[in-house]
């Protein structure tokens, strides 16, 4: 089961100066995090908080700011999940973002909960093909693959899709490792796909979103933030399949 509350902080030493300022957020799924990536380093916070999204995600910002000793306008962008997940939690995530955001005359950062389940996946795992898959309810799941670059950055090779379990497959023959929801919820129909491990318990971390949003920030991709608008993926909320970010 996922882990309650987590927290990880930084040892800052005096007088420590740090390039870039990046605070990320994720609300996509049941959990709830926060990270500040500060040139390299991440100091994350995280909890398990379904249905508590809307309560925790700002003083989860303001907490880690301070722990940090870093303002609003030390930042230099902001990331957040913009799904696919939860309509609520990926709107609230986005709205959050957009108003900080703005309020700082900042640069946002869009990022794939999917993406950041394969970039956790291989950081803490070393898995570098991932088959990324949310329970999206309705007996479908979100699902993506991805292969982690020579930088450690994790790749779309897929576009992200709903689909009924059934129809989830690797791209390859290669030895993929899942990660996600999806496969704890279906696992009686996804035994089909042949996979070297599975993390059904992991979700989407700020962690994660804090790397991919640092490292899509150095490649110019950071986007005025009434642009950063959620990604549901279904057809009957966002009408059409779109690729990741």
């Known amino acids: 089961m996922p882990t309650k509350q987590e927290k990880r902080p930084l040892n800052l030493e005096s007088g420590q100066i ?4 990046l605070l990320a957020i994720d609300t996509t799924t049941e959990a709830c995090s926060v990270a500040l990536y500060l040139g390299g380093a991440v100091v994350h916070a995280y909890q398990w908080a379904p249905q508590r999204h809307a309560e925790l995600i700002l003083p989860m910002c ?3 700011l301070s722990e940090a000793q870093v303002s609003l306008n030390d930042l230099d962008a902001i990331a957040f999940g913009r799904g696919p997940g939860s309509f609520t939690g990926v709107r609230i ?3 959050i973002a957009q108003g900080i955001a703005l309020a700082k005359d900042l ?3 869009p990022i794939s909960s999917l993406a950041a389940l394969a970039q956790g996946m291989w950081r803490e795992r070393g898995a570098c093909l991932v088959l990324a898959a949310i329970d999206a309810r309705m ?3 979100y699902w993506a693959a991805f292969i982690v670059d020579d930088a450690g950055i994790a790749q779309p090779v897929t576009e992200e ?3 009924a379990p059934e129809a989830l497959s690797a791209p390859s023959m290669a030895p993929w490792a899942g990660a996600g929801s999806g496969w704890g919820s279906y696992a009686d129909q996804l035994t089909a796909v042949n996979l070297t491990h599975v993390d059904s318990d992991r979700y989407p971390q700020a962690y994660d979103i804090a790397v991919l ?3 899509n920030f150095r490649l110019g991709l950071g986007i005025a933030p009434e642009l950063g608008l959620p990604v ?3 057809d009957d909320v966002a009408k059409k399949s779109v690729k990741p970010a």
Do not use: C, H, W
Request: no cysteine; glycine share 12%.
């Open 139 to 141: 007996s479908q799941v």
């Open 62 to 64: 303001e907490q880690i």
């Open 161 to 163: 899709r709903v689909d």
């Open 18 to 21: 740090f390039t870039m300022k």
């Open 107 to 109: 640069p946002i950062l």
């Open 213 to 215: 949003g640092a490292n």
């Open 93 to 95: 995530g986005a709205g």
């Open 232 to 234: 549901y993926v279904r």
